[in-house]
């Protein structure tokens, strides 16, 4: 489920044009991942929308691909 996890990330990071790298981490039932950009403002958005938009849209495609 990384694989598929860092697949995801990989694409939608490249369509949003954000350099960067991120790490993740798994835990007991769920997956951590930080990103690091210099670009952060954009990637998180006003008041956090576009970051709250790209967590759901990732749990989504996660939870499809299972």
């Known amino acids: 489920m990384e694989n598929q996890l860092s697949e995801i990330l990989d694409n939608l ?12 981490e ?6 951590l991942v930080s990103i690091e950009t210099k670009d952060a403002g954009r990637l998180i958005g006003a008041r ?3 970051l709250d938009a790209l ?3 990732v749990n989504q495609m996660v939870a499809y691909r299972c």
């Open 55 to 57: 967590q759901l849209l």
């Open 26 to 31: 798994e835990n007991d039932e769920n997956f």
């Open 13 to 24: 990071l490249g369509m949003l044009l954000l350099e960067g790298s991120y790490e993740i």
């Open 48 to 50: 956090g929308d576009s």
